[in-house]
Structure formats: structure tokens, C-alpha cells
């Protein structure tokens, strides 16, 4: 089985619904702004580690969060197609 990886879309959605900035999300990871925003426009992928953190900061396992995202783009790929 593949390892988790947030996409970019379902990681600003659940940094938004957790309500984190981007800039307060990046300091609680120990990283920068700069990375959180590349991961989130989909040109860069977390680490292990970071993913690991991620999660454990949501309260999230991997199994809910893989179902969280998939719905997310569900739901987007239902608009992107004309969906309401």
C-alpha cells in the first residue's frame, strides 16, 4: 500500500477548517511559510515526518483523513464538472 500523502487542496482545507492561518500552521510544524504554500499549490509533497505531525496536530488519523480528502475532491471534482 502507497503512504499517505496530503494533496494540496485537502491540506488548506483542513489547515482553514482547523483554523489555522498559514503562517501559525508553519510555525506549529517547524517549518516555513514558503513550504506549506508550495505543498498546498500541489508542487511539492510533505514528509513523512511533517505528514505524521499533521496529523497528530488535526486529531486525524490517516484513515480519516484519507476519507476527509477524498470527499473534498469529490465534491470539487463534481463542481470542476459542471455539478452543483
Not at 3 to 10: I, R, Y
Not at 68 to 81: A, C, L, P, Y
Request: glycine share 12%; net charge positive.
Amino acid at each position: 500500500m502507497e503512504k499517505f500523502q496530503f494533496s494540496g487542496m485537502g491540506l488548506k482545507f483542513l489547515r482553514i477548517i482547523h483554523g489555522y492561518e498559514a503562517k501559525d500552521f508553519a510555525a506549529r510544524l517547524g517549518v516555513s511559510n514558503s513550504l506549506v504554500s508550495i505543498i498546498e499549490a500541489g508542487t511539492h509533497k510533505m514528509s513523512t515526518r511533517d505528514t505524521r505531525n499533521t496529523l497528530e496536530l488535526f486529531g486525524m488519523t490517516e484513515a480519516q483523513a484519507i476519507q476527509f480528502i477524498e470527499i473534498i475532491e469529490t465534491v470539487k471534482g463534481g463542481r470542476d464538472n459542471g455539478g452543483k
